[in-house]
């Protein structure tokens, strides 16, 4: 997994609400991986002519925050997927949202506060891929939506002697949201966070182990795993399914 940097301020300079020197690209194995931090409250629509991205109608009444979630997002994808050898392509959405990629890649985007990863890969061999990062729950936000999110107490336990409950919630909340952005193409619709449960962690790999606990397909069965890589970070964690 990778780590983003520390945010700081824009320099006074920086032509666009993207702070252009946080951009990390890494190559893991099959996949690119990409981050950014952004400003909103420096953002404006020019911005995104000068990145030479489009803005899709959906988002012309949309607020600064969530035009430069957007933008900051699809300018990741545009320089993840130059690694790939694909330029000039605007990824659109669907009705539900979601990112279409172009006939031969597989990727998920992912935002939160002033951060921003992307993930791609043109392997035939990984069907279903999703990352997501989250700053890490307060003490107050953990204990309201716990019950929401985990399936049985043991998968916080379990993570309890090495971080804290707030994270071990966040931890939990974020790898599910990995695994269903990464099998959402599968149904077109999102899935309670009931369906999995974490049974196996190991914080020397930075891995734990999502079991499907609901039928949701003859592919997608109950007892179907998925092993999430994470990194846990000072201020947010990160979680990637790359199956």
């Known amino acids: 997994m990778f780590n983003l940097k520390c945010a700081n301020n ?12 946080s951009v990390s690209i890494q190559i893991q194995g099959h996949l690119v991986l990409a981050s950014c931090h952004f400003d909103s409250t420096r953002f404006n629509n020019n911005h995104f002519k000068t990145l030479n991205i489009a803005m899709p109608n959906a988002l012309h009444n ?18 993840a997927m130059k690694e790939l050898g694909y330029e000039g392509i605007n990824i659109e959405i669907d009705q539900h ?15 939160s506060n002033n951060m921003a990863q992307c993930v791609i890969t043109k392997s035939q061999n990984i069907h279903f891929l999703g990352i997501d990062i989250e700053h890490w729950l307060s003490t107050a936000d953990a204990h309201c939506l716990v019950d929401n999110i985990v399936v049985e107490a043991d998968e916080y336990q379990m993570m309890l002697p090495h971080i804290s409950f ?78």
């Open 10 to 21: 824009l320099p006074l300079d920086n032509p666009v609400c993207i702070d252009t020197d």
């Open 62 to 79: 949309a607020v600064a925050k969530r035009k430069s979630e957007f933008l900051a997002g699809r300018y990741l994808a545009k320089i």
């Open 97 to 111: 949202k979601a990112p279409i990629w172009p006939p031969g890649l597989l990727g998920s985007i992912s935002h």
């Open 166 to 243: 707030e994270q071990a919630v966040t931890l939990i909340f974020s790898a599910k949201e990995s695994l269903y952005k990464a099998i959402f193409k599968e149904f077109g619709h999102y899935i309670d966070f009931h369906a999995a449960k974490v049974t196996k962690l190991d914080f020397t790999t930075k891995q734990l182990t999502l079991v499907l606990c609901q039928y949701l397909s003859d592919t997608m069965h109950i007892g179907r795993q998925f092993i999430c890589q994470f990194s846990l970070c000072e201020r947010s964690v990160t979680t990637l399914i790359s199956d």
